[in-house]
């Protein structure tokens, strides 16, 4: 099993990813809680490997 820090591998593009990350943001009007700041890490993970998943994809 791999550990709990390792990134899951992303099926999402990185631009519907994106769109989650941007909707957090809206709707905490720019201010996250601990839950919130959570949340955006995971998803800024998500976002990480979708990219290099496209980049990989390109090459």
Same mark, same amino acid.
Not at 19 to 32: C, T
Not at 40 to 50: D, F, G, I, Q, S
């Given at each position: ?22 909707? =957090? ?17 995971? =998803? =800024? ?15």
């Amino acid at each position: 099993m791999p550990p709990a820090s390792a990134p899951a591998t992303s099926v999402r593009s990185p631009a519907a990813v994106n769109e989650d990350i941007r909707a =957090l943001w809206e709707r905490s009007s720019g201010v996250r809680s601990p839950e919130g700041r959570r949340e955006y890490e995971r =998803l =800024l993970v998500e976002w990480a490997a979708a990219v290099r998943e496209a980049v990989a994809e390109e090459a």
